[in-house]
């Protein structure tokens, strides 16, 4: 009771936000409280950091690049250009919008895709004047597709990092597995965001009335670096997977290069546009205090008995065969992230799955569905994952706010669909994989 008192205390502080405080050093405090109150001790630090650091600044490297790229003008450039491929044609903007969100998820990872492209197409609807629920199909709709669509690659998805990290899943391995996944999950997407919003998305919109894309480039040089840099770092991920080397280190190395030439190094700062001090205030530092501290509250949660529990539960799923396997897991750690936030859901399934008595082929559905159902089963509810609620925050500061009411609404009606074909697919796709 001690173990879920304090957790219960961080959460809502985390969901909170106190003006100065953040969600990592309320985190951060939980987990003194933890260690303090002797929930948690030393070595689990030593536990939890060998699990959460290698994701974390994979993360912030992510998020640094993307943050340089937006600052540079590469996703108005981009989000400009599928308002054009539009046509004037509202309704093949739609899946336009939606297709953009998913490439972004791939390679920025969900928060940038729900933090970045988000205020850039709130920016175009308002230029095309599109009416307030025409408006809210697509902003939904961002926020949404930024989250089902981050399965295909270890980096797209904090959680993606975090699992393959733990149960050493290569790269390639992952790739090979979830790629394909992912493209049924982002079909599903399209169909039930196109039977829910439909209706509303305007039948055309002024195609004049846009600027050109070339007009939304800010700084030409990491622009053209922008490609070429984005094709480099993709073959490095699979060329270094077998080498054992952490995927920090080579996120790392981008980022760092990308600071270079925005911050034009070899000309010693002169003609740079984009201001590194000011992207590097940004990044989310406090990321990686909550994922210390979260972890450590929820690893003290698990030593007080969830893991034993939840491991428990997926036994008794996995001897009802695989097909309930998979969607059971998927399920029951959906239903876990969309009430304790996705991060910690990750570890709790994990260490469960690891704990499980389970035949190979059925723990490695498990691990997976692990994966899906903290990426899509968070969308259930609004602090399901820091993504959506610092996607909520970001619209709230345009002046649009969503009420956790209006959300669920929505979340829990298009969720479970898109969440239940997503995980039939990985059930039929993994054993033609193995």
């Not at 669509?149 to 597995?177: E, K």
Request: neutral net charge.
């Amino acid at each position: 009771m001690l173990a879920f008192a304090i957790f219960v205390a961080t959460l809502v502080l985390v969901i909170w936000q106190p003006k100065g405080l953040g969600i990592g050093w309320s985190a951060l405090g939980g987990a003194a409280v933890a260690m303090l109150a002797g929930v948690v001790g030393w070595a689990d630090l030593g536990t939890v950091w060998g699990i959460v650091w290698d994701a974390t600044f994979t993360f912030v490297g992510l998020i640094i690049i993307s943050l340089i790229l937006d600052e540079a003008g590469f996703f108005a450039w981009a989000a400009l250009h599928v308002a054009r491929w539009g046509g004037g044609n509202g309704r093949r903007l739609f899946p336009l919008v939606i297709l953009l969100g998913a490439v972004i998820a791939a390679f920025f990872a969900n928060d940038g895709a729900a933090l970045l492209l988000t205020p850039i197409v709130l920016a175009i609807l308002l230029r095309l004047n599109f009416p307030p629920a025409g408006a809210m199909a697509f902003i939904v709709a961002c926020g949404f597709v930024a989250d089902t669509t981050s399965l295909p690659l270890v980096i797209s998805n904090l959680v993606n990092i975090v699992t393959a990290n733990y149960f050493q899943i290569s790269f390639d391995r992952y790739a090979a597995v979830m790629v394909p996944v992912n493209l049924v999950s982002l079909a599903a997407t399209l169909v039930v965001l196109w039977f829910y919003f439909g209706r509303d998305v305007p039948a055309s919109y002024a195609v004049g009335d846009l600027e050109k894309p070339s007009f939304a480039i800010k700084d030409k040089a990491v622009f053209r670096a922008a490609f070429p840099l984005l094709g480099v770092l993709l073959v490095a991920y699979f060329a270094t997977a077998p080498l054992g080397i952490p995927i920090a280190f080579v996120t790392g190395a981008a980022a760092l290069v990308l600071i270079a030439i925005a911050g034009r190094w070899t000309a010693g700062g002169q003609g740079a546009i984009v201001s590194v001090p000011k992207v590097l205030r940004e990044a989310p530092w406090q990321i990686v205090l909550f994922s210390i501290g979260m972890y450590l509250v929820v690893y003290g949660l698990g030593n007080a008995g969830l893991t034993d529990l939840a491991a428990s539960v997926l036994v008794w799923l996995a001897g009802k065969g695989t097909f309930v396997a998979t969607v059971g897991t998927g399920f029951v750690v959906a239903l876990l992230a969309s009430v304790m936030n996705n991060m910690p859901a990750t570890l709790v399934g994990a260490l469960a799955i690891d704990r499980a008595a389970v035949a190979p082929l059925t723990q490695e559905l498990m691990v997976y569905a692990n994966v899906i159902g903290n990426d899509l089963g968070p969308k259930f509810t609004p602090i399901g994952s820091l993504a959506t609620l610092l996607w909520l925050h970001v619209l709230a500061g345009k002046g649009l706010t969503i009420t956790w009411g209006q959300y669920m609404k929505v979340g829990l009606v298009i969720t479970p669909p898109v969440l239940l074909v997503t995980l039939v697919a990985l059930w039929l796709w993994l054993p033609i994989m193995s």
